[in-house]
C-alpha cells in the first residue's frame, strides 16, 4: 500500500499476515508509516483545519 495496507473486514489471517510482512520489513514499515503520517497531517493538520473553517464562516456569511 502506499500509505496503509488493506485487508479484507472479519480477517484476522489476512490482518496477521499484513502485520508479520511490514514487522519482516522495516523499511516498508517506516515509508507507509511516514507517508500514512504525511496524509493525516495533510488532511487534519491546523493549517487545512484553519482554511476549511474560514470557508464555513464565508459561507455562513454570505448567506446572511
Known sequence: GVNGMLVPPASPRAL???????????DQLREIAGRGY???????GIKETVRKTEEVYRHS???S
Open 16 to 26: 496477521a499476515a499484513q502485520i508479520e510482512f511490514l514487522l519482516s520489513d522495516m
Open 61 to 63: 456569511v454570505k448567506r
Open 38 to 44: 504525511d496524509a493525516v497531517v495533510q488532511k487534519y
